[in-house]
């Protein structure tokens, strides 16, 4: 039975996502208790703002007490942290646990790296709490009208949430919330982590097909924005594509375009490049998010590439062929490219699950993506549908469904990227895509060579094609080495 003296969960963190998410709750039927930190002459006056503005005659009680904040929840209280990753989740952990009880849930919903929420989860289930790391993508629209949430961590706490973090999520076209159990520790974070990843991926694949109409075709911005309209009518579609229309088209008081005006120097806040070195870890190919997150670097060193273009002038691209053959060729390359980005990621979080014991459901993170979240797309579908199939592909490539795609994009593709470099017109991450789908095909690679190398210069071993795998060599190479070798082994 609800207590009706106590509300139903209470927030922490009262900028954009937790205003947002307050406010989502209570319009789902949920009594709120929020709390912020007063910082006095810096945060002063934060919850009186909220509770007597946007929160105003709703169900949300206002504390600047922590203890009293705990107290007003009801048990096994349910308490949702959105404040900056890092340091600063440890430091109000640490104030909430003399107010907490066995059983009470903690609730991260920040972009915290899923090795934290690993020993979060254990530092609170240590002292009889649970602790849950959940990633919430969809920016503040999201938040208010409904996000993409995975929640991993205590296991036991899934059961209470249920009913609160499915009512606040976006719902699917099936009408499935896109919200569902990850799995323990730092799962849900981690799959978080990935998903910013290919949000990287995602971006800077539209852009580059942007670059590519404005330049090689010479596209104005309202031509450009008609055409990714038409896009998101297909398998294109997706949350980004349609944003990346209404960006086009959008002028200044003055009239201009702000597009134009919006200086090339890309910034970044961490998700991307964790992504790289997660799968840097574990082993897996992650390079068209590794190409994106550098590019980003790359375009924020604006002084060096001004100072580098005198010398090395491009030439001036002259339209090559039909351009309604070249806008499908350049659709079909970003299509391609993009199922490159995912099946990149979905391998990484393949790997993920194997590696630490996770039994991650690819099926089910497919299906919470596809609404709510930034990199929500139509063929997301098809992703969870192939996933879910009886012969489990070893690679979202070799899915039957998405080998006839891939089969049918390829030449296109190869014709995108091979005009564009013809033209030094730089598309890095259609590229990489191109280069990673080759590679992934070729049954034979020239890492021979580079083993050969590796035991010249350091006794590093190496198989042999006519012997089982598992077993290895080292040679003498020089004729006046040892026999003594360094053994072999992957970092």
Same mark, same amino acid.
């Given at each position: 039975?609800?207590?009706?003296?106590?509300?139903?969960?209470?927030?922490?963190?009262?900028?954009?996502?937790?205003?947002?998410?307050?406010?989502?709750?209570?319009?789902? #039927?949920?009594?709120?208790?929020?709390?912020?930190?007063?910082?006095?002459?810096?945060?002063?006056?934060?919850?009186?703002?909220?509770?007597? #503005?946007?929160?105003?005659?709703?169900?949300?009680?206002?504390?600047?007490?922590?203890?009293?904040?705990?107290?007003?929840?009801?048990?096994?209280?349910?308490?949702?942290?959105?404040?900056?990753?890092?340091?600063a989740v440890d430091q109000l952990m640490e104030q909430l646990f003399p107010h907490l009880e066995a059983g009470d849930i903690l609730i991260d919903g920040g972009n915290s790296n899923y090795e934290d929420t690993n020993r979060r989860v254990a530092l609170a289930e240590q002292k009889g709490f649970r602790f849950v790391g959940a990633g919430v993508s969809g920016g503040e629209e999201g938040a208010l009208n409904g996000a993409a949430i995975m929640p991993g961590g205590s296991g036991t706490a899934w059961t209470d949430l249920i009913p609160i973090l499915q009512s606040i999520a976006a719902v699917a076209d099936d009408g499935v919330p896109c919200c569902n159990w990850i799995g323990p520790a730092g799962s849900g974070h981690f799959v978080k982590m990935i998903h910013n990843g290919i949000e990287y991926g995602d971006m800077q694949l539209i852009a580059e097909a942007y670059w590519l109409m404005k330049h090689l075709l010479r596209l104005g911005n309202e031509e450009m924005a008609a055409i990714f309209e038409t896009w998101n009518?297909?398998?294109?579609?997706?949350?980004?594509?349609?944003?990346?229309?209404?960006?086009?088209?959008?002028?200044?008081?003055?009239?201009?375009?702000?597009?134009?005006?919006?200086?090339?120097?890309?910034?970044?806040?961490?998700?991307?490049?964790?992504?790289?070195?997660?799968?840097?870890?574990?082993?897996?190919?992650?390079?068209?998010?590794?190409?994106?997150?550098?590019?980003?670097?790359?375009?924020?060193?604006?002084?060096?590439?001004?100072?580098?273009?005198?010398?090395?002038?491009?030439?001036?691209?002259?339209?090559?062929?039909?351009?309604?053959?070249?806008?499908?060729?350049?659709?079909?390359?970003?299509?391609?490219?993009?199922?490159?980005?995912?099946?990149?990621?979905?391998?990484?979080?393949?790997?993920?699950?194997?590696?630490?014991?996770?039994?991650?459901?690819?099926?089910?993170?497919?299906?919470?993506?596809?609404?709510?979240?930034?990199?929500?797309?139509?063929?997301?579908?098809?992703?969870?549908?192939?996933?879910?199939?009886?012969?489990?592909?070893?690679?979202?490539?070799?899915?039957?469904?998405?080998?006839?795609?891939?089969?049918?994009?390829?030449?296109?593709?190869?014709?995108?990227?091979?005009?564009?470099?013809?033209?030094?017109?730089?598309?890095?991450?259609?590229?990489s895509a191109l280069n990673y789908f080759y590679s992934l095909t070729s049954p034979r690679l020239p890492a021979n060579l580079l083993q050969a190398q590796r035991d010249y210069f350091g006794a590093h071993t190496f198989e042999r094609t006519d012997r089982p795998r598992g077993k290895f060599f080292h040679e003498n190479w020089t004729g006046h080495g040892g026999t003594t070798k360094a053994g072999s082994y992957n970092v």
């Open positions: 039975m609800k207590n009706l003296s106590k509300t139903d969960i209470g927030l922490i963190g009262l900028a954009v996502m937790g205003e947002n998410l307050a406010l989502n709750m209570e319009s789902k #039927g949920w009594n709120v208790s929020v709390y912020n930190r007063t910082v006095p002459g810096v945060e002063e006056g934060v919850v009186e703002r909220f509770v007597n #503005g946007r929160g105003k005659h709703k169900h949300i009680e206002g504390y600047t007490d922590l203890a009293a904040f705990t107290a007003s929840i009801a048990r096994p209280r349910k308490i949702m942290m959105m404040v900056r990753a890092g340091e009518r297909g398998k294109l579609r997706s949350y980004l594509i349609e944003i990346t229309s209404y960006i086009l088209r959008h002028k200044e008081a003055n009239g201009q375009y702000l597009i134009d005006n919006i200086l090339d120097a890309a910034g970044q806040k961490g998700t991307g490049k964790w992504s790289v070195i997660n799968a840097m870890e574990l082993g897996t190919p992650l390079e068209l998010i590794a190409t994106a997150v550098f590019e980003r670097s790359l375009s924020a060193q604006k002084e060096l590439r001004m100072a580098a273009a005198p010398h090395f002038p491009h030439i001036q691209p002259a339209e090559n062929g039909d351009k309604e053959e070249l806008i499908e060729a350049i659709r079909a390359a970003l299509y391609a490219s993009k199922l490159v980005s995912y099946a990149q990621g979905f391998s990484t979080l393949d790997e993920a699950s194997r590696k630490f014991g996770w039994q991650l459901n690819l099926s089910s993170i497919a299906r919470i993506w596809r609404g709510g979240c930034i990199i929500r797309s139509a063929f997301l579908n098809d992703i969870a549908a192939a996933f879910e199939a009886a012969d489990k592909p070893q690679h979202l490539l070799l899915a039957p469904y998405f080998t006839e795609e891939i089969r049918q994009l390829l030449p296109a593709w190869k014709r995108v990227v091979a005009t564009a470099l013809q033209a030094e017109i730089s598309v890095p991450a259609f590229s």
